[in-house]
């Protein structure tokens, strides 16, 4: 949050306003501005869901190879604490997108993707985000929208600020995979 403060004997009453002990008037506006670390969260949380969330659809096999998910996984790891890079590879979230892809033969993109602080302390940074994940054929054609939202905590790590966590309902990826088997 942002507070601007103007000092001044003549602003109209209309103002919000206080008043210290020699009688001066004190205007001040608040508004929801992000900070810069609040600014890079916000960018760096679009970054991050199009990086994890695109997929061309060249080579699904490759790609859900260990080879394959090794490289996709540094293209993670800029984003991530070293702490959640780890459970990101062994929890194997970084699958259900190249999964999902695969199942639907479809190359997968993110769009419409917003993104808003839920709260900020510190130490951490809580953003909301909701996005669209279109799935299109291989001549471009969209044939089916998924709506996601979910919720990525910040945290400094090595001076930094990179992601913990990211939850987000995954249910749908579930459902496309439990259809395929």
């Not at 096999?61 to 996709?72: F, Q, R, S, V």
């Not at 062994?90 to 999902?100: K, S």
């Not at 919720?151 to 600020?161: A, K, N, S, V």
Request: net charge negative.
């Amino acid at each position: 949050m942002i507070i601007i403060i103007i000092s001044s004997k003549s602003l109209p009453d209309d103002y919000n306003t206080i008043y210290d002990k020699d009688d001066t008037q004190w205007m001040y506006f608040t508004g929801c501005h992000p900070s810069l670390h609040q600014q890079q969260a916000l960018e760096m949380s679009l970054e991050y869901k199009t990086t994890e969330l695109t997929v061309d659809g060249k080579d699904y096999e490759d790609t859900l190879e260990m080879e394959g998910l090794l490289a996709k996984g540094e293209t993670m790891k800029p984003f991530l604490t070293s702490r959640n890079y780890e459970a990101y590879m062994a929890n194997r979230y970084i699958v259900l997108p190249l999964q999902v892809a695969h199942i639907e033969q479809a190359k997968l993109h993110p769009e419409n993707i917003q993104t808003k602080i839920k709260d900020n302390k510190s130490d951490w940074i809580l953003v909301e985000y909701t996005l669209d994940l279109k799935f299109t054929d291989e001549n471009g054609k969209e044939f089916k929208s998924i709506p996601l939202s979910g919720d990525i905590t910040f945290l400094q790590d090595q001076g930094e600020w990179r992601i913990q966590d990211d939850t987000y309902n995954r249910d749908a990826f579930a459902d496309i995979i439990n259809s395929s088997l």
